[in-house]
């Protein structure tokens, strides 16, 4: 951290006061509260006299500012906390999310790319190299440098549409063994190695990923990595340039702007498509046996629903009947999970292909129609199974089935969808948490039988504090795989202390319980989001009281809520939350009454 006056600049030394100007930046305009102040200097352990020296701490700061004149910036004592108005002419971070906002709205590829190469420029050395604060390297860095990943990835992609892949070579082998965990990075270099002409590098590349996985995290390489490694051995041309892929997640204060997705049937669409292009088929082979459908991997670590299981599998491939089915329910439950596993256990039943159509953009807004019809594959010969993804209700769902012609149909949405099965036919299967005994399965599966069989209660405990949600619990699983020494016992007590904000991996939006559960709640018409809250925040195990004293319409209310996920409904006349998107709602009540404290907005 620096503090500049025209050319003259001054390096801050590593102190309380650097600590506290870290934190109030972090937060540029907002409230931060004096508590979480507090734990930023100190790291969680104030001593009796902090907030006093606190105040001394702001003093010396405002000395400084003076000293080098700068009148723009302040700290406001408020309310419950401080305050730095900082703006994109006073503070690198503003200034950075400020064009990154322009991009958002550039009328061009050229003009969105300057503005994004100008943002990057601001982003120099490590970040808070000279802040002791380990609650900031902890918990702020990271979210910050996803920030800055986010935005090189759109870079990259835009430089790659352009047919610039020499010039994005340098930033892409940085990214790439950098941010390992972020495939993108290394489909991209892939991709740039492949049409530069270094074929040999490009599947070097893929190999060198694949064994890292496999061998540190016992999974394989992600579908985009897959289908890339497939063009590359067919020796498919990857095209020059083209258009770059519609901003889905990758732009931070940014709303992805709508783009129709290219037909999935096209190669280069596998390569530049926010949604991910299906699993097809392989070629026939040289002796002219029928071609074979790649091999769809399991889930990793998947446990229980066997029942549902069965059943979903026994309506897919059966000859009679209706093969249209819905699994539904709560966000986190297990839904996509659970369908992607049935359709491995039966892919041997259809000679043409299993195919996944996610429905749902990363950030949580629903593909059009147009654009899902766009992404279909094209009808095979044989039978084939189709897999809808996150459908966002039925009508977005409804106008594709005519173009499936005879393709068995599995749906995931957190809605029941039942004008699909009422004119389509069909089974509806609605999931609710997994038992005790499954979650542990689920721990075990990922984690490893023998770590987690040596501690059974806290595993139980573990399970408890993620309320049995699937979600959770893989978040939960890879905290203790990236921690070997971490006991159940302590990740389940560390967890406990805040179970819906510490249930988050950096890495990856679709792996944090506020994101995910966010995204339900922000579908919500505001109607449903308040009787959502509010029905929280009541003293019951049943919803029917807070709600039905409302008015005469509340029943339809809490239909409507049973519909969306967020609602289980028990026997005649009353309706359940599950407990942990109740703790959810409670806590996003709170975050939202102190969000200027900890908001990085």
């Known amino acids: 951290m620096s503090i500049a006056r025209g050319p003259e600049s001054a390096v801050l030394k590593p102190s309380k006061p650097t600590s506290l100007l870290a934190a109030l930046l972090l937060h540029p305009g907002a409230v931060v509260s004096t508590g ?131 010039q994005v070579l340098v930033d892409l082998y940085e990214s790439a063994r950098s941010a390992p965990v972020r495939e993108r990075f290394t489909e991209q270099l892939i991709e740039a190695l492949y049409r530069t002409g270094r074929q040999a590098e490009a599947l070097a590349e893929y190999r060198t990923v694949r064994d890292r996985l496999r061998d540190e995290l016992g999974i394989d390489p992600g579908p985009g990595l897959r289908r890339l490694e497939l063009a590359i051995l067919r020796a498919e041309d990857l095209g020059g340039p083209a258009t770059a892929p519609a901003r889905t997640d990758a732009l931070p204060l940014a709303a992805a702007r709508p783009a129709a997705l290219p037909p999935a049937a096209t190669p280069s669409a596998a390569l530049t498509s926010a949604t991910p292009a299906p699993v097809r088929p392989a070629p026939a082979s040289p002796s002219g046996a029928p071609p074979l459908p790649p091999a769809l991997p399991s889930v990793p670590g998947f446990a229980g629903r066997e029942a549902e299981r069965a059943a979903i599998a026994a309506r897919l491939t059966s000859e009679t009947g209706p093969p249209v089915v819905v699994i539904s329910g709560a966000p ?101 948490v997994l038992r005790p005994a499954e979650a542990h399965a689920l721990l075990a599966g990922l984690v490893g039988a023998d770590r987690i069989a040596q501690d059974s209660p806290a595993t139980r405990e573990l399970a408890t504090v993620c309320g049995h949600f699937p979600l959770a619990l893989r978040i939960a699983a890879g905290r203790l795989l990236t921690r070997p020494r971490l006991s159940a016992a302590d990740c389940a007590a560390w967890l406990a202390e805040d179970p819906v904000g510490r249930l988050a991996l950096a890495e990856d939006p679709r792996l944090s319980v506020p994101e995910v559960f966010g995204q339900a709640l922000t579908r919500l018409t505001p109607e449903l989001r308040d009787a959502f809250l509010r029905l929280a925040g009541a003293d019951t195990d049943t919803a029917r009281g807070p709600l039905a004293a409302r008015d005469d319409g509340s029943g339809h209310v809490l239909e409507q809520l049973v519909e969306t996920g967020m609602l289980e409904d028990g026997p005649p006349g009353l309706y359940r939350m599950h407990d942990f998107l109740r703790v959810y709602a409670r806590w996003h009540v709170r975050a939202h009454h102190t969000a200027a404290a900890v908001s990085l907005h």
């Open 36 to 166: 979480y102040l507090m734990r930023a200097v100190w790291d969680e352990e104030p001593p009796a006299t902090a907030r006093a020296s606190l105040q001394t701490c702001v003093l010396r700061l405002r000395r400084l500012f003076a000293a080098y004149d700068i009148s723009a910036t302040t700290i406001e004592a408020v309310p419950g906390g401080y305050r730095m108005p900082n703006g994109p002419g006073t503070l690198d971070l503003a200034q950075f999310r400020s064009l990154v906002e322009l991009a958002s709205s550039a009328t061009d590829a050229a003009e969105e790319l300057y503005r994004l190469r100008e943002s990057l420029a601001l982003w120099r050395g490590p970040l808070l190299a000279n802040v002791a604060s380990r609650l900031l390297h902890r918990d702020a860095v990271p979210m910050l440098e996803q920030e800055r990943l986010r935005v090189l990835e759109r870079v990259c992609d835009l430089e790659l549409a352009a047919g610039n892949c020499h």
């Open 332 to 432: 986190g439950i297990g839904k996509s999970a659970l369908a992607h596993q049935t359709a491995h256990d039966i892919q041997h039943a259809f000679p043409a292909g299993v195919f996944t159509l996610p429905l749902t953009r990363p950030d949580g807004t629903p593909l059009t129609v147009d654009e899902a019809r766009a992404a279909l594959p094209p009808a095979g010969t044989g039978r084939r199974l189709l897999v809808l993804d996150d459908a966002a209700g039925a009508w977005q769902t409804l106008p594709l089935l005519p173009d499936l012609g005879d393709a068995a149909v599995l749906v995931t949405s957190r809605r029941g969808l039942a004008a699909v099965v009422a004119t389509h036919g069909g089974a509806v299967h609605r999931l609710d």
